[in-house]
């Protein structure tokens, strides 16, 4: 049963535009998400990360939103670059289990020229 | 600052053979986490430590063994390696008492082959 879903294995949008990445869970005890960045034979790199009890968390070009009604999260990147392009994943841990991440299956971002 | 450091970059395995995958960080983090990557699955959790002396089994924490002796140190062992064990393994570290910051840093990964 995965209980951190990204839906959309792939993403193509042009530079410049916004890249909106998707991500669904099931577990209504995660509380805090978290987005991980990943280029090929590297480990994932933190990118950002928000806590249930706010809506939104912006970092830069970056920002995460929630919707814990849905248990929807998204990430925006705004303006996008091609240095941006590679798999994204979303995951998720619950109260006191920050140790235990719960990742989506991924979604791979091309941005193109 | 080195960050979260793995040995070795690569393996290969015959079946039935044993090893251990070395994961080590400078960065004074409590958790310390193993997952492994399959193709289409995200990474999967096999086991996890909260301090030294401290593990616990993760999803998939099946034919792995772990053992916290010190902070710094979490290594992996395979007992007896298995074709389903072919994969990318990352390990991780996170939360720092002085910042109290929760998020996972990763090493770089092993590739483990098993014929």
């Known amino acids: 049963d995965q209980q951190v879903k990204q839906n959309s294995p792939s993403l193509s949008v042009q530079e410049g535009r916004i890249s909106i990445l998707n991500c669904d869970y099931t577990?209504?005890?995660?509380?805090?998400f978290l987005w991980y960045k990943k280029y090929p034979a590297e480990g994932p790199t933190f990118l950002i990360s928000?806590?249930?009890?706010?809506d939104k968390n912006e970092d830069g070009r970056f920002t995460v939103f929630l919707n814990k009604s849905a248990k929807h999260l998204s990430l925006h990147i705004v303006p996008s670059q091609p240095g941006d392009s590679a798999v994204y994943f979303c995951?998720?841990?619950?109260?006191?289990?920050?140790?235990?991440?719960?990742f989506g299956t991924g979604t791979r971002l091309q941005v193109t020229l | 600052n080195a960050g979260v450091t793995q040995t070795p970059k690569f393996q290969v395995l015959k079946t039935g053979q044993s090893m251990t995958l070395q994961c080590a960080q400078d960065m004074n983090h409590e958790y310390m986490s193993w997952y492994r990557q399959d193709p289409g699955m995200g990474l999967r959790l096999i086991h996890y430590s909260v301090g030294a002396g401290i593990t616990d089994q993760g999803e998939v924490p099946n034919g792995y063994n772990v053992s916290r002796s010190t902070t710094e140190d979490f290594p992996l062992r395979l007992l007896s390696a298995a074709p389903s064990q072919t994969s990318v393994y990352f390990c991780a570290s996170s939360y720092s008492r002085r910042t109290g910051s929760y998020e996972q840093y990763f090493g770089p990964g092993t590739r483990l082959t098993v014929t």
């Open positions: 577990n209504s005890m995660f509380d805090y």
């Open positions: 928000i806590s249930s009890i706010k």
């Open positions: 995951a998720a841990s619950g109260t006191g289990t920050a140790s235990k991440l719960t």
